[in-house]
Nanobody
Framework: QVQLVESGGGSVQAGGSLRLSCAASGYSTSSYYMGWFRQGPGKEREGVAIMYTSGGSAYYADSVKGRFIISRDNAKNTLYLQMNSLKPEDTAMYSC???????????????WGQGTRVTVSS
C-alpha cells in the first residue's frame, strides 16, 4: 500500500524559513511524478511545485517562484520543499502527492499524504 507522510510544518515569522519532508513507502519515488500542494483558509487546493521522476526538472507556481525549492532524494524515497522568505499568504495546509501525470492540477494525482500545517505570522 502506498503511503506518504509529511513533516516539518510549524509556525514561523514572516521572512523565516521551513523545510518540509515527505517520506514515501510502498513504492519508489523514481517511478512517479511528485509535487507539493496547499490549501489556505477558505480556498481550494492549489499546486505549489512539482518535479519529474528523475528530480532534474521542476515547475513552480508564480506565487512561490524564487522563494521555494522542491527536491527529491530517490535513494531515501523522500521529497522535500525548502521554503524561504515566507509570507503570511503562505499560511496553509501543505500536502505532498504522487502520480503518473506531470501536472499542477490536484485531481491528476493518485496518492496523498495527511498534510502538515504551516503558519506564517507578520
Amino acid at each position: 500500500q502506498v503511503q506518504l507522510v509529511e513533516s516539518g510544518g510549524g509556525s514561523v515569522q514572516a521572512g523565516g524559513s521551513l523545510r518540509l519532508s515527505c517520506a514515501a513507502s510502498g513504492y519508489s519515488t523514481s517511478s512517479y511524478y511528485m509535487g507539493w500542494f496547499r490549501q489556505g483558509p477558505g480556498k481550494e487546493r492549489e499546486g505549489v511545485a512539482i518535479m519529474y521522476t528523475s528530480g532534474g526538472s521542476a515547475y513552480y507556481a508564480d506565487s512561490v517562484k524564487g522563494r521555494f525549492i522542491i527536491s527529491r532524494d530517490n535513494a531515501k524515497n523522500t521529497l522535500y520543499l525548502q521554503m524561504n522568505s515566507l509570507k503570511p499568504e503562505d499560511t496553509a495546509m501543505y500536502s505532498c502527492a504522487a502520480g503518473r501525470v506531470y501536472s499542477m492540477i490536484p485531481g491528476r494525482y493518485d496518492y496523498w499524504g495527511q498534510g502538515t500545517r504551516v503558519t506564517v505570522s507578520s
